[in-house]
Every structure is written in structure tokens, then in C-alpha cells.
């Protein structure tokens, strides 16, 4: 069973993971807010008939104005994670075990990907994943 300071170490290290995932949800979101307004200004007619293009137009720019905030806000702190958890991940003396840990924190690598990549099966992977986790250390990490 894993301890609760591991347990708090892995999910310190997959923010960075997990914020990198909310710039591209955000980003298709932009792309979907983009198409919108793209659509409702093709069909805007230059001749008020009341029919809200200009109101649909608006509503898209301003949720596209907020997304690409929102997007900015994420892509700073996951630089700034990424920064963090690179360093503690260096720390690591072992290098297999900092391998394992970059290519799955930093990367966004599977255990399998892993694998398949250093010629190790999925659980030799997962093992010393464990033991990699025991040897991080970091301030931030609650």
C-alpha cells in the first residue's frame, strides 16, 4: 500500500501533467468558439433584420477573449510546474529511475510507451517508477 507521502508526491508531479492536458482542452475550446464566430460572421447581413448575428458575434468574441486568458493563465503555471518538477526529477541520482520519471511526468509517456522504449516489461517499469517516487523531493510538495 502506498504511503500518503508518496501519494502526494505523484499527484505534485502529475500537475504538470495534468495542466499541459487543460491547455489543449482549452485550445480545442478556442478552436470551437473560433469556428462560431467564423460562421456567424459569414452569415452576418450588413442590413439589420433583427435576427442576432451581431449578438452571436459578440458572444463569440468575448468567449473567445476569455478562453485565450484562461489558456495564458494555464500556460504559465505549467511552465513554472514543469520547471519545479524537472529539477526535482533531476535530483534523482539514479538514472533509470530519472529516465522513467521524465519520460512519464515530463513527457507524458504510458508505462507502456516506457517499456517499449528502454526494452524493460511494463511492471519492471512500474517498479521502479515506486522506488523513483521514494527518492523525490521538492518544497512545494504538500
Not at 6 to 35: G, H, I, N, P, T
Not at 56 to 77: C, L, S, T
Request: glycine share 6%; with cysteine; proline share 2%.
Amino acid at each position: 500500500m502506498m504511503d500518503k507521502e508518496q501519494e502526494q508526491k505523484k499527484a505534485w508531479l502529475r500537475e504538470y501533467r495534468l495542466s499541459m492536458e487543460r491547455v489543449r482542452s482549452l485550445a480545442e475550446e478556442l478552436r470551437r468558439w473560433q469556428d462560431i464566430a467564423e460562421k456567424a460572421t459569414q452569415s452576418f447581413d450588413p442590413v439589420p433584420t433583427g435576427g442576432g448575428s451581431s449578438d452571436r458575434v459578440g458572444n463569440a468574441a468575448a468567449m473567445i477573449a476569455d478562453i485565450q486568458k484562461e489558456i495564458e493563465q494555464e500556460i504559465a503555471f505549467a511552465k513554472k510546474a514543469r520547471k519545479e518538477r524537472a529539477q526535482a526529477i533531476s535530483a534523482v541520482q539514479n538514472p533509470r529511475y530519472r529516465a522513467v520519471l521524465q519520460m512519464y511526468y515530463i513527457g507524458g509517456m504510458s508505462f507502456f510507451k516506457i517499456s517499449c522504449v528502454l526494452g524493460k516489461s511494463e511492471r519492471n517499469i512500474q517498479d521502479i517508477h515506486r522506488k523513483a517516487i521514494k527518492q523525490i523531493e521538492g518544497e512545494n510538495i504538500d
